[in-house]
């Protein structure tokens, strides 16, 4: 039972709700250390999967914790200054103490419902494509390209940033510059991730996570379609044995990253597409070589900066694909987005989504306006008959052209090479060109029976893929 002394009465809990000021400080110091109890216990588990709730546990909510800290002391001094009974003390305990219970209770109440699903809204919001490539960057290109598979369902931070405090500390580090970058307008166009560089996840941490490098994939078959630019829009197809194997096993894989294997190259800009010199070691055989492209020299590429292979030295767009106009317009019309019996269709497609606009707006206006006009001048019977195959070629254009273009970005067709392969940029060639050689004259190969077995080379219906059975309808 509360005493009724007229003896003035100020206990610390009674002063936090001396005025409004002083009350929202607690309401928030409540806030946040419902918050962390929330929170500190799945990062002291060591069960946090995402690396963004750090930035609420460890900076975010201790920073709402302080805040509140420091609000309440403001409130206490603009109350003492007002002569507020709370201050000088008060005679009905029972009251005041009824007041305080009342608000610490509520508030705890609704923080408890309010606090647990905003910091599990919060974390599993920080977790999606949205919040990295929309919410807190610039990077409506990456965000886009990430909508394909085979990576679509595989969040930004889990090839993005290192498991480990370590790896969370690098990755924040640089994307709080690029956070900052993207709120001041003040970023490099276009945006040049690199993988590996500034703190982003190595492939050892990522890739292989799903992808053990020591698994034997085996022979994987590859059929290319190609239209030409004539009338009739022929179709021919490359057919490819790709040795893609795997551990001991050689293959691609195998040449490059089987157990013992060591290669580390040379660059001479960002990209990586320019590499004078590769080294490579088999601590298994005791091979050691160092390979040196035509006019290079060890004092020429000493001071080069230095990378050991990975994965996505040649998977390097895995999760963010583009396209060439070409390539683009042939898968199209692969899948029969654009029907193949529009005359001219692969040679006015590929010429409208590589002429230059000024936005992505004036795209969309513009591209499947002059694609039916075509029809429309040149072909009026065939546009009479196939408007609905002309409609949609258009819908299919404005989305490739989306999917590759970004005016305001400065990203436009090729912006962003491959190195998977060597049709659509040097890739492969980039060290297999036949011009690296050690200084005992061996050549890094690059002999194309190496990588994939040639079965067919833009043949029209390659009687390979007769013998096997497969049909145009097939592929």
């Known amino acids: 039972m509360f005493s009724m002394s007229d003896k003035p009465y100020r206990p610390i809990l009674i002063l936090l709700t001396a005025n409004w000021i002083t009350m929202a400080g607690s309401a928030l110091v409540v ?46 001094f603009i109350a003492r200054r007002s002569g507020g009974a709370v201050m000088t003390g008060v005679t009905d305990r029972r009251a005041a103490w009824r007041k305080a219970i009342i608000f610490f209770g509520v508030v705890t109440a609704i923080n408890v419902l309010v606090g647990g699903q905003l910091t599990y809204r919060a974390v599993e919001h920080m977790d999606t ?28 931070v889990s090839c993005h940033v290192s498991p480990g405090a370590t790896g969370y500390f690098k990755a924040k580090t640089a994307g709080t510059r690029r956070l900052v970058g993207a709120l001041m307008d003040n970023f490099q166009r276009p945006i040049d991730y690199i993988p590996g560089q500034e703190g982003a996840a190595s492939s050892s941490e990522t890739c292989e996570v799903c992808h053990a490098r020591e698994t034997t994939l085996g022979p994987r078959f590859r059929i290319l379609p190609k239209f030409a630019e004539d009338e009739a829009n022929t179709r021919s197809e490359t057919v490819l044995m790709m040795r893609v194997g795997g551990g001991a096993s050689g293959g691609i894989h195998g040449a490059h990253l089987a157990p013992g294997i060591s290669i580390r190259y040379f660059a001479t800009d960002n990209k990586r597409q320019t590499i004078p010199r590769v080294e490579y070691k088999n601590t298994k055989t005791g091979i050691n070589r160092t390979f040196l492209a035509a006019g290079s020299t060890d004092a020429s590429t000493k001071n080069l900066r230095t990378f050991v292979m990975q994965c996505a030295d040649c998977h390097n767009r895995v999760a963010h694909s583009f396209e060439l106009p070409d390539r683009a317009v042939d898968r199209a019309l692969a899948s029969g987005e654009l029907n193949p019996s529009l005359p001219f269709a692969k040679k006015t497609a590929v010429a409208l989504i590589q002429a230059k606009y000024a936005s992505a707006d004036e795209a969309g206006r513009k591209i499947p306006a002059a694609f039916e006009d075509f029809y429309k001048q040149k072909y009026p019977q065939v546009f009479a008959a196939q408007q609905p195959d002309i409609t949609r070629a258009g819908a299919a254009l404005i989305a490739m052209y989306r999917h590759n273009v970004f005016p305001e970005l400065q990203v436009t ?63």
């Open 129 to 156: 494509q949205q919040f990295c490539g929309q919410t807190c960057h610039a990077m409506t290109p990456q965000f886009t390209s990430h909508t394909r598979p085979p990576h679509l369902r595989v969040a930004c």
């Open 413 to 475: 067709w090729g912006t962003y090479p491959t190195n998977l392969g060597h049709m659509a940029s040097p890739g492969c060639f980039r060290c297999h060109d036949g011009d690296h050689s050690t200084a005992d004259g061996k050549t890094a190969s690059n002999d194309c029976e190496t990588c994939h077995r040639t079965l067919a080379v833009e043949e029209k219906d390659p009687p390979v893929l007769k013998d096997l059975g497969i049909s145009t309808a097939m592929r």
């Open 31 to 76: 806030l946040a250390a419902v918050v962390l109890l929330f929170l500190i216990p799945v990062h002291m588990s060591g069960q946090a999967s995402n690396p963004y709730s750090g930035l609420l546990a460890f900076l975010i909510i201790p920073a709402a914790l302080l805040l509140g800290l420091l609000v309440i002391p403001v409130g206490l």
